[in-house]
């Protein structure tokens, strides 16, 4: 398969269009460093003043949507340590999450000395939504370039959790641990305005309940009434320096360790074998080629170390299990 020769796209990726010197058509329209740099200085300028001005009105200052991974990991440290925000962090347990993930949530937490909850949604509600997942057509094409649509289920699961605990709680910022890879720098710091947190809250609702049915009632925010107060999403490693070492030298100082079991793409969740596994047999691409091209031409990682991620194939014996677990 052909890859484009700067960053990892493969010419089956959506709008590759790799052209005769080998460049994919994502390097050709890529804005400088300069460019970027300039705008993640501005949303860590505005997040900055947002921590100021909002810092220590509620019980609460920040929800972390937390798996217990290395990134959302970092982004809970910083957030305590740096920002000196008082953090609730939130699990979504998915029945999949490596038993190593879960102790370091247990593990950090106790250093950090943060408040943790565990929101464990029943087997039987979980397997209905990412079996579905599999063969619907419930997310768009465009969500499907960045992440599988099991893990596009899951996500919708953990953001609705997230939503409904803060709403709860009225806590003025969500945080999440998306790479820069995972998430565009414009929306690394969002406003929810009361349109868009209803619009994102239906759509979001509908697209699981269509998956998973009524059962889900029960972990769906109120979407008739509007957020008390200010709302904020925030990805703050979308607009702060990236550094895989860094970030791996700091959290391991509070205990945390990288699970054996999750293979190269994930730091907290044997799901994703399966899910990657199914990805690439339907659409012919990694769900993770697009991160890791993106982390890449950022010069986050090295080409080679992107390529290795991408080439390592899912564990045959933990994916039979997970299809064994899902009933597939």
Same mark, same amino acid.
């Given at each position: 398969? /052909? ?54 009105r509620q019980s609460y200052d920040c929800l972390v949507s937390w798996s217990g991974g290395k990134d959302s990991t970092y982004v809970l440290t910083l957030l305590k340590q740096d920002y000196g925000l008082r953090p609730l962090a939130v699990t979504f347990d998915n029945g999949f999450l490596s038993p190593q993930a879960l102790d370091n949530c247990r593990t950090v937490a106790n250093q950090l000395g943060v408040d943790h909850i565990i929101v464990a949604p029943k087997f039987d509600l979980l397997r209905r939504l990412f079996v579905s997942s599999v063969d619907s057509a419930c997310f768009p094409r465009v969500a499907l370039r960045r992440a599988s649509s099991i ?96 970030? /791996? ?47 890449? /031409? ?10 290795? /991620? ?19």
């Amino acid at each position: 398969m /052909r890859r484009c020769q700067r960053c990892t796209l493969p010419e089956t990726f959506p709008g590759a269009a790799i052209d005769g010197q080998g460049v994919c058509r994502y390097c050709r329209q890529a804005r400088s460093p300069k460019e970027d740099l300039a705008q993640r200085g501005k949303l860590e300028f505005r997040f900055s003043r947002l921590v100021e001005r909002l810092r220590g009105r509620q019980s609460y200052d920040c929800l972390v949507s937390w798996s217990g991974g290395k990134d959302s990991t970092y982004v809970l440290t910083l957030l305590k340590q740096d920002y000196g925000l008082r953090p609730l962090a939130v699990t979504f347990d998915n029945g999949f999450l490596s038993p190593q993930a879960l102790d370091n949530c247990r593990t950090v937490a106790n250093q950090l000395g943060v408040d943790h909850i565990i929101v464990a949604p029943k087997f039987d509600l979980l397997r209905r939504l990412f079996v579905s997942s599999v063969d619907s057509a419930c997310f768009p094409r465009v969500a499907l370039r960045r992440a599988s649509s099991i893990c596009n289920a899951c996500m919708g699961m953990n953001k609705l959790i997230a939503l409904q605990l803060a709403q709860e709680k009225k806590i003025p910022f969500l945080a999440y641990g998306w790479s820069p890879g995972q998430i565009p720098i414009p929306s690394a710091l969002l406003a929810y305005t009361p349109s868009l947190l209803q619009t994102i809250l239906q759509s979001t609702a509908a697209s699981l309940q269509r998956l998973a049915g009524e059962t889900l009632q029960a972990y769906l925010p109120d979407t008739g009434t509007t957020y008390p107060i200010e709302l904020y999403s925030v990805s703050p490693l979308g607009f702060l320096r990236y550094d895989e070492v860094q970030i /791996r030298r700091r959290i391991s100082g509070l205990g945390w360790k990288p699970p054996d079991d999750t293979g190269p793409n994930s730091s907290n969740c044997l799901l994703n074998a399966l899910a990657s596994s199914i990805h690439y047999q339907q659409f012919g691409y990694h769900p993770y080629d697009m991160e890791l091209a993106t982390l890449v /031409r950022m010069g986050c990682i090295a080409r080679g170390e992107a390529l290795r /991620r991408l080439e390592v194939a899912p564990d045959p014996a933990l994916v039979a299990s997970i299809r064994t677990r899902l009933g597939l």
